[in-house]
């Protein structure tokens, strides 16, 4: 006989061939079939993971609460040699902060830049020291201080380049070292007795100006401090301390003197190891 169909799978079987071989081709069609099935149960729950995979991630993605990370205050390096008002950071002790809007703070750190509008905080126990530049000036904040850096402005005066700083003394107490103040420009702190202005050209000038309107002008000052209140402006020349509370002048006692005197010296030796310096900004 002729080739013949196998009766499972369509195989054709020749003649002269034995049954057996027309039995093992349809076992292994079986095989096949059921291996087949197999690859199709197993293909068919992957195909609806794959398909159902971006709705699964949409939907997770929708349950999860939005995080919102708030942006981190930048801190504004300029080169040394730029004459725009700045402060700058000599030394922090403890836990201060620092934000540029007055909402947002961050920890304060040594050889930052301050702007205009910054706020400086000082923690319990802590201090900073801050050296403004082109006006020659260093102001230490002690433990549990608050200053805004509320004006730093420069501009031409009779032709001739002057700045106008003007700190906001909000809470505590500050030591305060002007060095070289240009002549016609002004140092101002704003605190509960009014304007405390130190004016340039005169020489130096060492200054001790709290929150609630303490003023004490420190021994060897050349420059006296002004306090312009609502009463009038008060003169405070070296050795002197005035009490906005009290209306009135006062001499350092010794022990207060002395004090002072350490920290005064601290101070203006750490300006003059950690700053350059100093020139009056060059005439344009």
Sequence with gaps: MSTVLAQVGLYPIADGQPAAYGATLRQN?????????????????????????????????????ATVLSPKPSVQIFPETSDLPQAVVLSVNGKCNYSEDGKMFAPLKAKQVLKQGAVVRTG??????????????TVRLQSGTEVKLEKMDRHLKDGKPVMETLLDLRTGRIFTVVRALVPGSTFAIR????????????GKGRYIITADGTHVAEKGSVVPLKVIGETGITVISSGMKFSAKDGKLFSLTPPEAVESLIVFDNLDSLAEE????????KEK
């Excluded at 197993?42 to 699964?56: C, D, H, K, Q």
Aim: hydrophobic share 35%; no cysteine; aromatic share 8%.
């Design 274 to 281: 950690t700053t350059p310096s100093e020139e009056p900004p």
């Design 29 to 65: 069609q079986r095989r096949n079939n059921e291996s087949t099935s197999m690859k199709s149960k197993t293909l068919i729950p992957l195909f609806v993971v794959v398909a159902l995979w971006p709705l699964t991630i949409t939907n997770w993605t929708q349950a999860q609460p």
């Design 191 to 202: 605190n509960a007795a009014g304007r405390s202005v130190v004016e340039g050209g005169g």
């Design 124 to 137: 319990e126990g802590a201090r900073t020291d801050l050296f403004f530049r082109r006006i020659g000036t």
